[in-house]
């Protein structure tokens, strides 16, 4: 009786060994899958921008009128108390209605330097500028400064103190969102 007990009970505490060994099997291949996954979904993730106090990129880029913008020489101009740098887009919607705002806030502030870097084709950056009669430049989008930006969509806009400080990145679309914007810069 007492061989068969003992039987019985390598038979419960194997079985109990492989169940053990089966979990920990399943765990360490449901890790392996997780980052699998998570690799394969890390091109997917959308940018946020760069942070509040990362040095901005420089960049020179030609404007819808021919002239050659550079970031550099808008940030150490006197004259300009802050630059706002705006990602947009032609065939964005809420770009649309965000360029009266826009535009109303360059008239309001001319302390301020705004270039606007638009992903669109020349003559439609060319035929929105002539529309919507802007006081600043519209640059063509350039992919490297984009991805330098990281910038997640349109409208995307930074505020750059003059020592290529990044002052605030974010989405911005109507003009009170611009004045508080300026109004309360981070230090």
Not at 38 to 59: D, E, R
Not at 108 to 125: K, R
Not at 138 to 166: C, F, H, M
Request: a negative charge.
């Amino acid at each position: 009786m007492m061989k068969k007990q003992n039987k019985y009970d390598y038979i419960i505490l194997g079985s109990i060994f492989l169940l053990l060994i089966t979990n920990i099997v399943l765990f360490l291949r449901m890790n392996q899958l997780q980052n699998a996954i998570l690799s394969a979904l890390t091109p997917y993730t959308i940018p946020v921008g760069l942070q509040t106090g990362a040095k901005s990129p420089l960049f020179t880029a030609e404007s819808t009128d021919g002239d050659r913008i550079s970031l550099q020489d808008l940030l150490t101009n006197s004259e300009n108390k802050y630059v706002f740098l705006v990602f947009s887009s032609t065939t964005c919607s809420a770009c649309q209605q965000f360029w009266p705002e826009l535009k109303r806030f360059a008239e309001n502030h001319p302390d301020l330097a705004i270039i606007m870097m638009s992903n669109g084709e020349q003559s439609e950056n060319e035929t929105m500028q002539k529309e919507q009669d802007f006081p600043f430049p519209i640059v063509a989008w350039d992919e490297n400064v984009a991805n330098e930006y990281k910038v997640p969509g349109t409208p995307y806009l930074y505020l750059l103190s003059r020592d290529q400080q990044v002052l605030f990145s974010g989405f911005a679309d109507e003009i009170g969102d611009l004045e508080r914007i300026i109004n309360d810069p981070p230090a």
